[in-house]
């Protein structure tokens, strides 16, 4: 069993940045990818980011690309999402994933992921 929990969610004006954080229970972290999701009010949970177990693949929705960036540091079991450049449009709640068997991979199915997080709040105001 695996635990997640997040922080670094809050308000933040639009242009400005935030890192979220993801700590993650266990001794085998390396094996598991981790992925970034994010619901908005009345939406569904959509993708945002995931990167692989040994940290060397990331991947990212086109929304995002080029102002949030995924790493994970595998000593700390901790995964983080680095968001610059936010948007009113990226307030939502931010949950992050675990997937078993992940080593070499990522994925942007949700499904496929095994724990989840409680989720952090992002607010972005215009």
């Known amino acids: 069993q695996v635990q997640l929990v997040e922080s670094g969610g809050g308000l933040v004006q639009a242009g400005g940045s935030l890192r979220l954080s993801c700590v993650a229970s266990g001794r085998t972290f390396s094996t598991y990818g981790m992925g970034w999701f994010r619901q908005a009010p009345g939406k569904e949970r959509e993708f945002v980011a995931a990167?692989?177990?040994?940290?060397?693949?990331?991947y990212y929705t086109d929304s995002v690309k080029g102002r949030f960036t995924i790493s994970r540091d595998n000593v700390k079991n901790t995964v983080y999402l680095q968001m610059n450049s936010l948007k009113p449009e990226d307030t939502a709640v931010y949950y992050c994933?675990?997937?078993?068997?992940?080593?070499?991979?990522?994925?942007?199915?949700?499904?496929?992921?095994?724990?989840w997080g409680q989720g952090t709040q992002v607010t972005v105001s215009s």
């Open positions: 990167i692989s177990g040994g940290g060397s693949t990331t």
């Open positions: 994933a675990a997937g078993r068997g992940m080593y070499g991979r990522y994925s942007y199915v949700s499904g496929t992921y095994d724990y």
